[in-house]
């Protein structure tokens, strides 16, 4: 006969299991952070997109996007960084050492075309 343990021999929250996230879902919220993080998104250009690798608790993005030109690139690309780690780890509560950005495409933006005299 086996005995039945009481209230007292719970196993604590913690020990019982393990959450994962999955990767896919990790690659949206960097490229939400992503697009929040961008000044002026270029009105044509497509919205960012991300990658990511997971191993236990660090995850490695690659964030692909297109910028409105003119722009400051690096500024942006720092903020895309910045913003992509901060977000990863208070929504997946993961370590993110490396945000690799890569700008795909420059699009005029509408005050540029101005200036040119295309938009009237």
Request: aromatic share 0%; hydrophobic share 45%.
């Amino acid at each position: 006969m086996t005995a039945v343990s009481g209230a007292g021999d719970r196993v604590a929250a913690a020990e019982r299991g393990e959450t994962r996230i999955a990767d896919r879902v990790v690659a949206k919220i960097a490229a939400q952070a992503a697009k929040e993080a961008v000044d002026e998104p270029a009105e044509e250009g497509a919205s960012p997109r991300a990658t990511v690798t997971v191993h236990r608790e660090t995850a490695r993005v690659r964030v692909s996007l297109e910028l409105g030109y003119p722009c400051d690139i690096g500024r942006q690309c720092g903020a895309v960084r910045q913003r992509v780690a901060m977000r990863v780890k208070a929504l997946a509560g993961m370590e993110v050492p490396e945000v690799a950005v890569q700008v795909e495409r420059l699009h005029p933006s509408g005050a540029s075309l101005a200036a040119q005299g295309r938009i009237r």
